[in-house]
């Protein structure tokens, strides 16, 4: 009998939460900018994640639930964020807006976890934010992994968050 | 007038819950900062706190091990101290209450979430 593959599927089972993960990836997204921004996200359609992104915001999860959250903006979204939650504009994309978007990648995570089913959230640790900017970088999804994706906007400026579960 | 310390390790966050204490009206004379528990200590040997507000997830000192710092001084131990942060578990929850901490607030939060449990220890 194959265990590992009997196990790795009860491990994915009992971690997703009830309403999907697009949903509670969508709702704890939602929650984060609607609180700390003060403005709803708004669906946008037809758009994919960039192959190429100024900028992306990754946070790795361990444990019951293991794989990468990332967010993904232009350098110009994350300054009108962050000027939004500091109350004062930025408009360079230093240091302050580096640890802002961070920042927030950080409370969509925790906020993504808080929906899991039950004593996973208990199990599941979360890393540091790693942010990449530039013009000239792909990221590739896992192989044999779970792929999950949404897109709005804020202010015009759109936003794709990504999660990628290794079974 | 109350004196109160922030530890957490980004300084936007920091700058953000500063931001909102004002916003909730609370009436402050001097905010401190430190990065991590370490830097937590040091700015509490050198000056007089009403409050702690704290990150859990820090490098070299994090928010437990802070807990677990103040609780071995009489004085440091007398500060309320309420935890700010993502690791909204059951079991961090718990961790962090019975280590000391008189309140803990999930992030994202508001400024009145913030007042409502900063208030009342402020006004003790």
Known sequence: ?167 | MKNVLIVDDSSVMRKIIERCLRQAGMNLSKVHEANDGYEGLSVLQENAVDLILCDINMPTMDGLEFLQALATSEEARRIPVVMITTEGSEDRVYEALSNGARGYIRKPFTAEQLKEQVAPLLEA
């Open chain 1, 1 to 167: 009998m194959n265990w590992q593959a009997a196990l790795d599927s009860g491990r994915s089972a009992t971690a997703e939460p009830t309403s999907g993960w697009t949903t509670a990836l969508e709702a704890a997204t939602r929650e984060v900018f609607e609180v700390m921004l003060g403005i709803p996200l708004h669906a946008v359609s037809d758009a994919e994640p960039p192959l190429v992104a100024d900028l992306t915001v990754m946070v790795g999860l361990s444990g019951q639930l293991r794989g990468v959250l990332s967010l993904h903006c232009t350098a110009e979204s994350a300054c009108l964020w962050v000027s939004r939650m500091l109350g004062t504009e930025q408009t360079e994309f230093g240091q302050n807006v580096r640890d802002g978007i961070g920042e927030v990648a950080n409370m969509v995570v925790g906020s993504f976890k808080r929906k899991l089913p039950p004593g996973v959230d208990d199990n599941c640790m979360i890393s540091t934010p790693t942010v990449i900017s530039g013009s000239d970088y792909h990221l590739h999804a896992l192989s044999g992994g779970e792929h999950v994706e949404v897109s709005m906007g804020f202010a015009g400026a759109p936003l794709w968050v990504t999660l990628d579960l290794r079974r």
